[in-house]
């Protein structure tokens, strides 16, 4: 566009015709009725499942069998949730958190140290090569190489322990995180780095006090994008591990299902009750997102 | 941006960073995560081209290297074609349902105000669930005896959802779709609002209604952006397993065994690693092919990587 737009440009055009006319029906028409009508039917067709389930699980199995399935319980009861809690829901629970925890607190270190290097060492050779094989990596499906990662696991004696999920969970987290704090990471002022140098700070000090504090709302989307994809991890659990003693929320999930079978209310609590932690850090992690966001540090 | 500045400090000392001990303190910093990527993602996809090449049961420390025998077998499977044929038809049809209401849901919540942000909200929970999850509650929600459709007494929704072949797989693109458009509706929303707003004054000026403002505006400016969707889209198809095995377990009968299933009950059911490498192998490749493809078909390939992500 020519860059005084506000003057009608267009005099070819009769002035009259560019009048505000009809201001309502203009409006109507402004509409975006087919996206407005699909955003709402969508919106049921996302939340029926999800009603449902947390409906029926405070059903009796008795009562679920006669009430419409689509009305919430006329006599509520927490006794599904009790006879999940029974069936050593607190251990799987745990081990859920174990890996994550121990997955995500490790990863999301070694993942900003390199993302900080490849950045701050953009000449330098190695470093990107590291950074391309990161790249390459994000093309890696972990389903595609999980017969040799079962090998290398049986190889270190880890197989059926916490760890064999931990290792290949924090390693299969590296590239995206490296690339996500990296560009967050490039974004940071160069004079910030220079007066740092110029205070005679060191590169691992730079890191900690300048780019790790300016960094955090990336860091807060990097630990919950992994914390949701390690936390909801089937294939690797499935895989390196096999007692019951070690089995993570989504393991614990199918076997539930099969233990409960035909009582519908217990199966639909525990998939509410594993599904509770995730949504509560999303809950916290939006409200710190936008906060760090509308920090305005950098702009 | 404080962007002029920086040219009195200059050359107090040697703007070089990388140079010199910095550079190697630098290397040390990347070097762990390095090392434990190596070690779980480049040796083992080396890893699996070898084992593609030898016999090996799974349990036994004893691997032997078998030359082509294991390619032999997977790729004389009689069940191949048939796991190719689901495979291409999940990723088709994911893809067909998929992209258009992403496009639609994304563009539909880019324009902000406060009630498609309580939407937003809403849509993202999908995302939130795993796939086990998600596969047992529409196991339940569906099932003919004890399900939705029986509880409400309707016809139409009574139908035996997983249990026959052609609906099966109907009914496994509805629950892809639910779980993975409202990711792709995120990229949409992301990419519609970095179109100009000067582009839609220009052409209100110009007397274009919203029809016709989305087809000449809207979706030739998200071109990049739909073949990086579609990217995601099409080359996670190829690894969805997680919810197919909850859901179907590859049933009824073969209808919906595609090929990641296949290359799990080869390797994990019947003690078959060097036939499940080979599919694993193959795996690879085919992702590798389509999103070179989708490269190419995009163009500018670099950008449309960057956008909307």
């Known amino acids: ?299 | 941006m404080t962007s002029l500045a920086p040219p009195v400090v200059r050359g107090q000392e040697p703007t070089r960073s990388s140079g010199g001990r910095s550079g190697s303190v630098l290397v040390w910093m990347a070097l762990p995560a390095f090392v434990m990527f190596v070690f779980f993602g480049i040796i083992p996809l080396f890893g699996v081209v070898a084992l593609s090449f030898a016999t090996w049961n799974g349990i036994s420390p004893e691997i032997k290297l078998t030359g082509l025998d294991s390619w032999t077998a997977a790729l004389t499977n009689p069940n191949l074609p048939n796991a190719l044929w689901v495979t291409f038809l999940i990723m088709a049809l994911s893809w067909l349902v998929q992209t258009p209401l992403s496009i639609l849901i994304g563009t539909f919540m880019a324009r902000q105000s406060r009630y498609r942000g309580f939407l937003a909200v809403l849509y993202f929970i999908p995302l939130l669930l795993s796939s086990a999850a998600i596969a047992i509650t529409y196991k339940s929600l569906l099932d003919p005896n004890f399900g939705l459709g029986a509880g409400l007494g309707v016809e139409a929704l009574n139908q035996n959802w997983l249990g026959e072949a052609s609906l099966a797989i109907a009914t496994l693109i509805f629950v892809v779709s639910w779980q993975f458009i409202p990711f792709h509706s995120l990229i949409y929303q992301g990419a519609v609002r970095q179109i100009p707003a000067s582009m839609y004054e220009a052409a209100q000026i110009d007397g274009a209604g919203r029809m016709r403002q989305f087809f000449s505006i809207t979706l030739p400016q998200l071109k990049y952006t739909i073949i990086t969707s579609s990217t995601l889209m099409v080359v996670g198809s190829l690894t969805f397993f997680d919810l197919i095995w909850v859901l179907t377990a590859g049933g009824p009968g073969d209808s919906t065994r595609a090929l990641a299933v296949q290359m799990y009950q080869l390797g994990f059911q019947a003690s078959l690693m060097g036939p499940a490498s080979a599919i694993a192998v193959i795996l690879v490749l085919v992702g590798l092919g389509l999103s070179l493809l989708l490269r190419r078909i995009g163009g500018r390939a670099d950008q449309s990587q960057l956008e909307g992500a």
């Open chain 1, 1 to 299: 566009m020519t860059p005084t737009p506000s003057t009608g440009t267009g005099t070819h055009r009769a002035p009259a015709k560019t009048a505000p006319s009809r201001p309502v029906g203009r409006r109507f028409t402004d509409r975006n009725w087919i996206g407005g009508s699909l955003g709402w039917v969508w919106l049921v067709i996302v939340m029926v499942p999800l009603y449902w389930l947390v409906i029926t699980s405070f059903k009796t199995s008795a009562n679920y069998f006669i009430t419409n399935p689509l009305l919430p319980p006329s006599d509520l009861t927490f006794e599904n949730y009790q006879l999940v809690v029974e069936n050593d829901f607190i251990r799987y629970f745990m081990n859920s958190v174990i890996v994550t925890v121990g997955a995500i607190i490790p990863a999301t270190l070694i993942s900003f140290m390199a993302a900080y290097a490849i950045v701050r060492g953009a000449g330098n050779r190695f470093l990107k090569t590291i950074n391309g094989i990161f790249l390459l990596g994000l093309a890696i499906p972990l389903q595609a190489v999980i017969i040799p990662v079962y090998l290398i696991i049986i190889k270190m004696e880890l197989y059926d322990t916490l760890q064999a999920i931990i290792l290949p969970s924090i390693a299969f987290a590296i590239p995206l995180s490296v690339l996500v704090l990296g560009n967050f990471i490039r974004d940071v002022p160069k004079e910030l780095f220079e007066s740092m140098r110029m205070d005679g700070a060191t590169e691992w000090g730079t890191m900690w006090r300048l780019a790790f504090p300016l960094t955090r709302p990336a860091l807060v989307t990097v630990i919950i994008y992994n914390a949701v994809g390690i936390w909801n991890g089937y294939l690797l659990p499935l895989i390196l591990t096999q007692s019951p003693d070690q089995a993570t929320i989504p393991l614990a999930l199918a076997s539930f299902q099969s233990e409960f079978g035909v009582n519908v209310p217990a199966v639909a609590a525990s998939v509410t009750l594993t599904t509770v932690p995730i949504v509560l850090l999303y809950a916290i992690g939006r409200r710190q997102l936008v906060s760090g966001l509308t920090a305005g540090f950098s702009k």
